[in-house]
C-alpha cells in the first residue's frame, strides 16, 4: 500500500526545465517499481519512464529520451523526473504510478500534476 503525491509542474517556456517529485506515503518505499505517465487532453495515456527499486530505469521514448530522466531517492521516500529542453508538445498531466516489484500492472496512481510548455 503506497500514496503517491505528484508536484512540481507549472507552465514553462520552450527549453526550459523542470524536475517533478513524487512523494511516496509508505514505510516500505524499496518494494515499489515507480514510474511517469502523462497524458495530453485528448489523448491516450502515455508511459515516460520508470525505475525499479535497485535504480535500475527504462530508457524513454525516443521523443523523450535525452532530455527526461528519471531517479529515486529511497531514503526520501521520492521519486523524481528531470525533464530538460522542453518543448509544447510534452504539454501534459503528468502522473506518478506505482506497483509491486512482482506485479504486472500500475495500481497505485497520484492524482497528476500539470506542466504546459509555451512557445
Known amino acids: 500500500q503506497v500514496q503517491l503525491v505528484e508536484s512540481g509542474g507549472g507552465s514553462v517556456q520552450a527549453g526550459g526545465s523542470l524536475r517533478l517529485s513524487c512523494a511516496a506515503s509508505t514505510r516500505t518505499f524499496a518494494n515499489y517499481v515507480l514510474a511517469w505517465f502523462r497524458q495530453a487532453p485528448g489523448k491516450e495515456r502515455e508511459f515516460v519512464a520508470s525505475i525499479y527499486w535497485s535504480g535500475a530505469t527504462t530508457i524513454p521514448p525516443d521523443s523523450m529520451k535525452g532530455r527526461f530522466t528519471i531517479s529515486r531517492d529511497n531514503a526520501k521516500n521520492t521519486v523524481y523526473l528531470q525533464m530538460n529542453s522542453l518543448k509544447p508538445e510534452d504539454t501534459a498531466v503528468y502522473y506518478c504510478?506505482?506497483?509491486?516489484?512482482?506485479?504486472?500492472?500500475?495500481?497505485?496512481w497520484g492524482q497528476g500534476t500539470q506542466v504546459t510548455v509555451s512557445t
Open positions: 504510478a506505482g506497483r509491486d516489484r512482482g506485479a504486472q500492472k500500475y495500481n497505485y
